[in-house]
């Protein structure tokens, strides 16, 4: 009875999955298919991080610099402490090209605290594009290891202009070459799917919020509505944070972004007040912990403990600067201060556009699962412990449930536990064809499961270590 009830609960799962999860399987929201063309293109800067990326810079700057745009394109490259002579060489490359003036190659300064690198040259570079002329309608957020389609910037921004859309991403093509590639980095593209479906991600109506980090196309308007980059700044899967934050519009709320800037002041100098003497004692009566900037990379508002008496405070400092009606409502006591507004965002797959990062061993894709996977969970045991539980009952009772069927020779068992494993193959195969595999792969799903379910324990394990998520030579700590 026990075998069977798992089996049937995990037909059951899998029914719902395929049936009612956002059609997440289907792998086809492609913007490579999209014919939408706009008359009038406006300006765009493109923001890349670098860190040691000297060795793709050659092909993947050379695609950014060769894009089919028909508006003025040009593009911040931020050399965030490289080592490998990275910022010369992204100059050669425009310089072969002869778009030495489309290129702005800057060095990165030293990282601050509570700040993760990419997300601090990031910041840089968006400082640095803002001064720019003419003024850019939007931003490019992408990495140095993406080789774009050379129409991929002009599909982006049709697609945000007709469509209205604060926020355009593109999961890219990863790279799935090697053995281990083969196996593991189609069934990430799967999980991510299934746990933001893109059809619920661009859905204004559901609350679903994610971004791909490789390629983000964002309005300026919209991020300086949120409060900018250092909303995120302390996120390890900070593209979904800022997907979320554009989305639900959380970190556009004035008071937060009044907290968020005084929490940024008083990293740069804890022991010295503001040079005003009203936010000084603001600073004093908010009593900032060091710990008060959630990191979970799904909320990054700044959850702090305010007294009515400084939500009052803060929000009529704020009025001073608005419109005189919004001051007098602000001033208002009783006057909650009103809903930001929400943004339109679209995400979707590419084949046309890829990534060139290599994971040629185990080892290197479980270095990148471990490093955000228990961020994923909020870093919670008891999530933790439910989603063990989840992977195991979703994609290994199915498999276990055939061969305890055979062996103890109860049909109903073995026939529920194969329906299951059937259901689950076929949800993922389009993603096996996505990425032109064979279609065995789809039987491997189970195996794949158990493996990635491993490295989110490990992830756990690293996090109660201390050890944190290390990424290009940086080791980040997580706080809960």
């Known amino acids: 009875m026990i075998g069977l009830t798992l089996t049937l609960l995990s037909l059951v799962i899998w029914l719902y999955l395929l049936g009612f999860r956002g059609q997440f399987w289907l792998s086809d929201l492609i913007l490579d298919n999209s014919t939408t063309e706009i008359e009038d293109f406006p300006p765009i800067c493109a923001v890349i991080p670098a860190r040691n990326e000297a060795e793709l810079l050659p092909v993947t700057l050379k695609s950014l610099l060769s894009q089919n745009y028909p508006g003025f394109f040009q593009i911040v490259l931020v050399d965030d402490g490289s080592t490998d002579n990275t910022a010369n060489i992204a100059k050669n490359v425009a310089q072969e090209l002869n778009k030495t003036e489309q290129l702005q190659v800057i060095s990165g300064k030293p990282l601050p605290p509570s700040w993760t690198g990419k997300l601090w040259a990031m910041q840089q570079g968006i400082e640095y594009a803002s001064n720019l002329q003419p003024a850019s309608k939007y931003l490019l957020l992408t990495d140095a290891d993406i080789v774009h389609d050379a129409n991929n910037l002009r599909r982006l921004v049709a697609q945000a202009e007709t469509e209205n859309l604060d926020l355009v991403s593109l999961m890219v093509r990863l790279r799935c070459e090697s053995f281990w590639e083969k196996l593991l980095i189609p069934a990430f593209i799967f999980f991510f799917e299934k746990l933001y479906p893109f059809r619920w991600v661009n859905n204004p109506q559901k609350s679903t919020a994610?971004?791909?980090?490789?390629?983000?196309?964002?309005?300026?308007?919209?991020?300086?509505?949120?409060?900018?980059?250092?909303v995120v700044r302390n996120a390890l899967i900070d593209d979904c944070a800022l997907a979320k934050a554009v989305k639900l519009g959380n970190s556009g709320n004035p008071l937060q972004v009044a907290t968020n800037n005084l929490a940024d002041s008083q990293v740069k100098?804890?022991?010295?007040?503001?040079?005003?003497?009203?936010?000084?004692?603001?600073?004093?009566?908010?009593?900032?912990?060091n710990n008060a900037l959630d990191n979970s990379g799904y909320s990054q508002?700044?959850?702090?403990?305010?007294?009515?008496?400084?939500?009052?405070?803060?929000?009529?400092?704020?009025?001073?600067?608005?419109?005189?009606?919004?001051?007098?409502?602000?001033?208002?006591?009783?006057?909650?201060?009103?809903?930001?507004?929400?943004?339109?965002?679209?995400?979707?797959?590419?084949?046309?556009t890829a990534s060139l990062r290599a994971y040629t061993s185990l080892n290197s894709i479980w270095s990148m699962v471990i490093r955000t996977a228990f961020t994923q969970l909020n870093y919670s045991i008891w999530l933790l412990v439910g989603t063990v539980f989840g992977m195991t009952l979703i994609y290994l009772v199915p498999p276990l449930g055939v061969i305890w069927g055979i062996i103890t020779k109860n049909e109903l068992v073995t026939i529920t536990a194969f329906l299951a494993w059937l259901l689950m193959s076929i949800a993922y195969f389009p993603t096996i064809r996505f990425y032109r595999l064979s279609s065995l792969w789809a039987f491997s799903l189970p195996i794949i499961a158990f493996l990635y379910t491993i490295m989110t324990i490990d992830s756990a394990r690293c996090h109660w270590q201390g050890r944190g998520g290390g990424w290009k030579g940086r080791i980040y700590p997580q706080s809960e």
């Open 210 to 230: 994610a971004a791909a980090g490789g390629c983000i196309l964002i309005r300026q308007e919209s991020l300086t509505r949120i409060g900018g980059i250092q």
């Open 269 to 289: 100098n804890e022991q010295q007040s503001l040079q005003n003497d009203d936010f000084s004692v603001a600073n004093t009566q908010l009593n900032i912990p």
């Open 301 to 352: 508002a700044v959850n702090l403990d305010i007294s009515e008496n400084n939500k009052q405070f803060l929000t009529k400092n704020l009025a001073d600067s608005q419109p005189k009606k919004e001051q007098q409502t602000s001033q208002n006591p009783q006057s909650p201060i009103p809903n930001p507004p929400q943004g339109k965002i679209w995400l979707g797959l590419t084949k046309k």
